[in-house]
């Protein structure tokens, strides 16, 4: 019967991230991240292998978090719904997840591509982005009858592109955001999805 974990990966991986948004990625030592989880840094290396392994981790779980309700709300029958939903769904993340939110706009998926070692975890990351990309094409479809690009580029532009752009300088500076946003934004991804000719 396998011991069980008495250092949460979550934990771990919350103390990281914490102090990269605090003190900035060149503090998140691995010491620093075991003195901040109180997990030993044996512990630390054995589960995660190296600092860029867990800096990676740490990416994904955020990318996964913000994915899976950005998925769920594409699930709604009616195009214009599950669109104005997924939109909304980012906005949900931003606040359940704030430190999160913040992470995702402080690094690039390229970046820790190069950083990653070759094998499962560059391949993960590679491949992060694929179901959304595809849920993106498939409610273009649904939305206007085509997967033509400029139909593609209209939905992106409308579940992610004005939803992350009206969240991102709130994100960055740590401060929460506005009451107001959510109806804004709605307002917003409506005008955007009832142009014409998409």
């Not at 070692?117 to 849920?135: C, M, T």
């Amino acid at each position: 019967m396998p011991r069980p974990q008495i250092h949460l990966t979550d934990t771990m991986l919350d103390a990281a991230r914490d102090l990269i948004l605090g003190d900035g990625s060149p503090r998140a030592t691995m010491e620093a991240i075991a003195g901040a989880s109180g997990a030993p840094t044996g512990s630390i290396y054995h589960r995660f292998g190296s600092r860029d392994e867990l800096i990676a981790k740490l990416w994904m779980r955020a990318v996964y978090r913000s994915q899976a309700s950005f998925l769920t709300a594409l699930e709604e029958e009616d195009p214009q719904e599950a669109a104005l939903a997924a939109a909304m769904s980012i906005i949900d993340f931003c606040e359940e997840y704030p430190a999160d939110a913040h992470l995702l706009v402080s690094f690039r998926r390229e970046d820790l591509i190069r950083s990653a070692p070759e094998g499962p975890l560059a391949d993960e990351l590679a491949g992060l982005n694929r179901p959304v990309a595809h849920a993106v094409v498939d409610l273009a479809r649904r939305l206007y009858g085509t997967r033509r690009r400029a139909a593609v580029d209209r939905t992106l532009m409308a579940v992610f592109d004005l939803p992350y752009g009206a969240v991102r300088r709130y994100l960055i500076m740590g401060a929460k955001l506005p009451v107001g946003l959510r109806d804004d934004l709605a307002r917003a991804v409506r005008a955007v999805l009832e142009q014409p000719d998409a």
